[in-house]
């Protein structure tokens, strides 16, 4: 939720970068992307990625289908995911590359998966599912930590035909129970307990919790992780390693029509409910392998890719699942955070492994700069050749520090803009081909056609800003909100005509070159997580004391924006440090920590219009230590300098 003040800074700012980095020439020479890759006619550049990068069963006989605001794409396709991700890289006698080198949190706990090794498990746990009833349409709910049996699973749903909806191992049983409902999950796989910088993070017990939520999970699958002690009810859970156990590794996989649902993954808007974003199968394979490659530049003989996501979350889907898997790359997959055991452990992976491309989000660049380029510098980190970051804007200091102490002053840094629903990469840089400029994702990918329109529908030119759209299909494209036409319609498709509406704010410089300012609705990012403030506010009137609450967020060197809460108790209740430690908790059992108010400013009233809407560009205001803008619409004007002053003796908790 940029301000106005905040994008006039930002676009001053980014007037006066003046630093430009062109393609190094060997980078370019070797380069996946060359730069006729732009000339390519739209329906030409999809219709080849489609025949080329994916194997069909039967192949799709039209491109797409467009009307507005539904897509289809590769129609009368037959394929499946999980073939395209293992089987063929098998089939053509790659099996005994490495998919992943999984790297655990507890110092040494590591292990080499090869193809072959995946295409087996993932047959094999594929069997296991059937035999507890799974079938091809059967929703199931996947709530694990960064373990190779999450890929396992999400792929094994692929090769059956069953949906998955992911939940990141951060979110509260409410936020599962929640989802589960919302997708009617019949099953849910799960783990006794994951690794978090030395702790284990309950994930049974909270899946328990949600499943008394959620009565229509009928069985519960439990990975052995920790190998702590978990409660089993009888006749619904079972372990992983029982599931398994005597069952066969020969499961054909489906074959599914390209536009079969493929997951759904729930993302935050400007109202309570997290949306179900639907993903269907062939667009979005075809979407994410093909950004994956020219983005990255992947070399899948020699490159070790490393994206430091999480799978929970649409990065690690689309670029630590089933781009890299159908590309056939050798990634990394990392278990734990990067300060444990120490603040080097990222650079220290980078080493071990030889990475070659690090894909992360300027959160985690931001607290590596804290922390001091010395932790970087105690490695070897020069097989390093691409970064990428991605997530939020990135601010030129962050870039600049990337590339000069991550990537030796050398390599290409590509900042990638997207969303959850555009299942793939946007707006972003080539390697090879584009000149870089710290802070700004350059220009759309080949074969998408963006543009930044004014209030009015006008699009503007070089030089202009307004709100990024989207004026035409792609393959990855979100097919609509789970069970909600009409929000659909009404999020993306209202605003403009025909035209996808972003949330996003956008400049475009006069080299045509693309700057995004953060988003213009009720969504903040906090670390890279999108999060409402009218989430955080039933959360947080949830709590029996509370009466009122206004949410926003304040800018925060590390996380980029950070959240403040602005609360009114019942009865008239003065706050207290105690109140505000459990109120914040309340937040974090409602949705999970990650949506955890930084600040909570207790007030007697909140700053309403007339009308009795909540003024929250004001609050934001106060919250950044701001000169306040017009007050006059206000109710009563007198509530703002309270809030001020209560707002300036208040005591701030860091998350
Ligand atoms: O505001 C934009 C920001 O993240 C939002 C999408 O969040 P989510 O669906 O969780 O997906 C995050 C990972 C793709 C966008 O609306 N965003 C994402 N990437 C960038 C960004 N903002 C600026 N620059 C980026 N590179």
Redesign the pocket.
């Given at each position: 939720m940029a301000s106005e003040t905040e994008q006039h800074h930002a676009i001053d700012t980014m007037l006066l970068e003046e630093r430009t980095y062109p393609p190094p020439p060997e980078f370019a020479k070797q380069a996946n992307a060359q730069p006729d890759i732009y000339e390519q006619d739209f329906e030409a550049f999809w219709e080849r990625e489609g025949r080329e990068r994916l194997t069909w069963f039967e192949p799709f006989t039209k491109l797409y289908e467009w009307e507005p605001p539904f897509a289809k794409w590769y129609l009368g396709g037959k394929l499946n995911v999980s073939y395209n991700c293992l089987d063929r890289h098998v089939e053509q006698g790659r099996g005994d590359k490495v998919a992943y080198h999984w790297e655990g949190e507890p110092a040494g706990e590591q292990r080499a998966i090869t193809y072959a090794d995946l295409q087996r498990e993932v047959a094999t746990f594929a069997n296991a599912l059937k035999k507890l009833g799974v079938k091809k349409g059967t929703p199931v709910a996947i709530y694990m930590g960064m373990v190779p049996e999450l890929p396992v699973a999400m792929l094994a749903c692929t090769r059956i035909g069953a949906p998955h909806t992911v939940v990141f191992g951060g979110f509260s049983a409410d936020s599962l129970s929640g989802r589960m409902n919302d997708m009617e999950c019949e099953v849910l796989i799960t783990q006794d307990e994951a690794w978090r910088r030395g702790t284990t993070v309950a994930l049974k017990k909270t899946a328990d919790e949600a499943m008394a939520d959620a009565p229509g999970v009928r069985t519960c699958v439990v990975l052995r992780r920790t190998g702590n002690e978990v409660p089993m009810q009888e006749g619904r859970d079972v372990w992983w390693h029982d599931a398994i156990d005597g069952v066969g590794d020969d499961c054909p996989p489906e074959q599914m029509d390209s536009e079969d649902l493929l997951f759904l993954m729930y993302?935050s808007g400007t109202t309570a409910k997290p949306k179900g974003i639907i993903h269907t199968t062939a667009g979005y394979l075809c979407g994410v392998a093909t950004t994956h490659h020219y983005i990255f530049d992947l070399k899948p003989e020699t490159d070790v890719y490393w994206c430091a996501a999480d799978i929970g979350?649409?990065?690690g889907h689309s670029y630590i699942v089933y781009g890299p898997l159908c590309n056939g790359a050798t990634s990394v997959m990392y278990e734990g955070t990067p300060d444990f055991p120490d603040k080097d452990r990222w650079w220290d992976i980078i080493e071990r492994y030889g990475v070659t491309i690090l894909y992360t989000a300027p959160t985690a660049i931001r607290s590596h700069m804290k922390w001091g380029p010395e932790y970087a510098q105690k490695h070897d980190l020069s097989s390093l050749r691409l970064l990428g970051?991605?997530?939020?804007?990135?601010n030129p200091e962050a870039w600049i520090w990337y590339r000069e102490h991550i990537g030796a002053d050398s390599t290409p840094v590509v900042?990638?803009?997207?969303?959850?629903e555009t299942g793939m990469i946007m707006i972003t840089p080539l390697p090879g081909v584009t000149t870089l400029k710290p802070g700004s994702?350059t220009k759309p990918f080949p074969g998408v056609d963006a543009g930044v329109f004014d209030e009015q529908g006008n699009e503007v030119g070089p030089g202009g800003g307004g709100y990024l759209v989207l004026k035409r299909p792609w393959p990855s494209m979100l097919r609509g909100i789970f069970k909600d036409p009409d929000r659909y319609k009404e999020t993306y498709w209202s605003k403009y005509e025909n035209v996808y509406f972003?949330?996003?704010g956008a400049r475009i410089d006069r080299d045509a070159d693309y700057w995004?300012l953060?988003?213009v609705d009720d969504v903040m990012?906090v670390a890279?997580h999108?999060i409402s403030t009218i989430e955080v506010e039933s959360a947080l009137v949830d709590h029996q004391e509370v009466a009122e609450a206004a949410v926003c967020s304040r800018k925060d060197a590390t996380t980029g924006e950070a959240i403040v809460a602005y609360v009114t108790l019942k009865g008239g209740k003065e706050g207290s440090v105690e109140k505000l430690a459990e109120l914040r908790d309340h937040v974090a059992k409602k949705i999970g920590p990650i949506a955890k108010p930084a600040n909570i400013v207790f007030t007697p009233e909140l700053p309403k219009t007339r009308s009795g809407k909540i003024m929250r560009r004001l609050l934001r205001d106060v919250a950044e230590n701001r000169p306040l803008g017009d007050t006059t619409t206000l109710a009563d004007p007198t509530v703002v300098s309270e809030i001020q002053n209560r707002a300036q003796s208040e005591g701030t908790e860091e998350s």
């Open positions: 993302t979350w649409i990065t970051s991605v997530g939020e804007p990135i900042d990638t803009w997207w969303q959850t994702a972003a949330g996003d995004l953060g988003r990012n890279g999108r």
